[in-house]
T-cell receptor, first 113, second 113 residues
């Protein structure tokens, strides 16, 4: 079955610094991969998705992620962190024609002034 | 355009009771998925409803059941509540033809005492 592992439950960066949130997946077939963000007391919002098109995926709010099949990774990056980026980030995987989306445990991003 | 709406926002029940949570999908969506998010964890897929039928189910016991109405809204029912059922319950809607893009509600926080 497909799964994702997020490395680091908590990441702290300074405002303006690079954001790197790590996600590795496990899947027997090419997967669909997603990054979601969750702000306090809110539902999840889709940041970006990979569905077997371009391996470098650009999302909202300046985030992007690169699908690397050889490393089974889908890390999320942003060149310059803003205070408003502080939130919980979830990586998720789903197989084509399967509605069971598997989420990682999440990474809490803190941005220091 | 209203997004995904869930009610109630908070609920307190005691062990053994039954609970019903409600979800109205985003306008234009016909598919509803339910997720359970325990504290400090990522969401876990409970089941998905389409055309008023359960299309797929995750690894949850039969105490968890659901329903979808002709207007696409949905209910999640949990019988014989256990302490471990305490969690944030998220509803996500999508369009059957664009199933990879889920829109989440803010959730119902269920506390079982």
């Amino acid at each position: 079955a497909q799964s994702v592992t997020q490395l680091g439950s908590h990441v702290s960066v300074s405002e303006g610094a690079l954001v790197l949130l790590r996600c590795n997946y496990s899947s027997s077939v090419p997967p669909y991969l997603f990054w979601y963000v969750q702000y306090p007391n809110q539902g999840l919002q889709l940041l970006l998705k990979y569905t077997s098109a371009a391996t470098l995926v650009k999302g909202i709010n300046g985030f992007e992620a690169e699908f690397k099949k050889s490393e089974t990774s889908f890390h999320l990056t942003k060149p310059s962190a803003h205070m408003s980026d502080a939130a919980e980030y979830f990586c998720a995987v789903r197989l084509y024609n399967n509605n069971d989306m598997r989420f990682g445990a999440g990474t809490r991003l803190t941005v220091k002034p | 355009d209203a997004g995904v709406t869930q009610s109630p926002t908070h609920l307190i029940k005691t062990r053994g009771q039954q609970v019903t949570l409600r979800c109205s999908p985003k306008s234009g969506h016909d598919t509803v998925s339910w997720y359970q998010q325990a504290l400090g964890q990522g969401p876990q897929f409970i089941f998905q409803y389409y055309e008023e039928e359960e299309r797929q189910r995750g690894n949850f016991p039969d105490r968890f059941s659901g329903h979808q109405f002709p207007n696409y809204s949905s209910e999640l029912n949990v019988n014989a509540l256990l302490l471990g059922d305490s969690a944030l319950y998220l509803c996500a809607s999508s369009h059957a033809l664009r199933n990879e893009k889920l829109f989440f509600g803010s959730g119902t926080q269920l506390s079982v005492l």
